[in-house]
């Protein structure tokens, strides 16, 4: 099915050109910080952790999110999601891919990657990160791809399959628990060192990958003559209201406790995101978009008339997709770092070639979604024929 990826019209062979020259600008930046260390980027001894661990957190959610198809398909046999399910699934093998190139570009020198299997431990909660992310990448492969070329030849998928599936799904949310775990068993991280942290991480990555899902199954439904389904659309979006309601509460539980209990070293990183420390708040301007975006995103899909005209309902998904990446994408990691153990205030901005780079990545994961993608909308369009 691979030969499917290489036919095309001039806008799909633009877009791949595109993403190809994007992806040629962040490999140069990229080989300039090989060359020349992290020392390129804006971190530093008191943030260790930055930007490209920030895209790693939000895009295992939205690889996470994928589970809303497949879940709802695979184990209540909602039959309706069958047209998005493998969609879902190629969704995620681009955004795990994604993540697994934020993590190379954040280790400085990529060698460094086999020392977890070099050198592998148990205890520590970044080995079981890279498992379960590999083992989700495998698994969406082999079921997405067996699926698929079954659904080609008109025939169900083989029965061997069927463990593979029911495995997934509570495979899927084990990575974001994982990678909340990570920064919640911090203890000198007063931000992170909370038990809703996985709930938070959940509830966004369950509005996120099924928003950005959204708005590109309408993009396919304009450009090629594959339609995903009204039913299939409006049902994500009752979904995508759901988890963003519980990603709003779940901040205003951590914002209760916080400021109810006093402790100044978990109150100081909400007030440095928030409203600013000592004279410092990089990101305040940021925090209460990302804040009213999902607000705003609330209040047009809980409404069934707004959520029902599919062009709001792509703001309206426009609107998650950036409130959460504002959330996960940027405050997560420097409201954790800033300010430090020792309440000092040493804030982190990303450099140009950080974000170039991080485009980069971005753009490779594009380019797999978008192969993927095309893949599975022709052989739909085969199999409609």
Known sequence: MLELALKGSKKYYGWITALLIVITIGLGFYLKQLSFGLGITGMSRDVSWGFYIAQFTFLVGVAAGG?????????????????????????????????????????????????????????SVLFWDAIVLNGYLFLNIVIGWNVLEAERNNIHYQSWLKPLIYISIPWAISIHTVTAYLYSGLPGRGFWLTAIMAPRFLSSAFASGPALLVLICLIIRKTTNFDPGKEQIQTLAKIIAYAICLNVFFFLCEIFTVFYSQIPEHMDHFKYLFTGLYGQGAYVGWMWISLALMVLSIILLINPITRKNEGVLAVACVTVFAGTWIDKGLGMISGGFVPNPLHHVNEYIPTIPEILISLGVWATGFFVLTALFKIAVSVKEEVRA
């Open 67 to 123: 589970v809303m198809v497949v879940l709802p398909y695979y184990l209540h046999d909602y039959k309706a999601f069958g047209k998005v399910t493998i969609l879902g699934e190629f969704l995620a093998i681009a955004a795990v891919v994604m993540c697994g190139l934020f993590i190379i570009v954040d280790l400085g020198q990529p060698m460094r990657a086999i020392n977890i299997l070099l050198y592998p431990t148990p205890n």
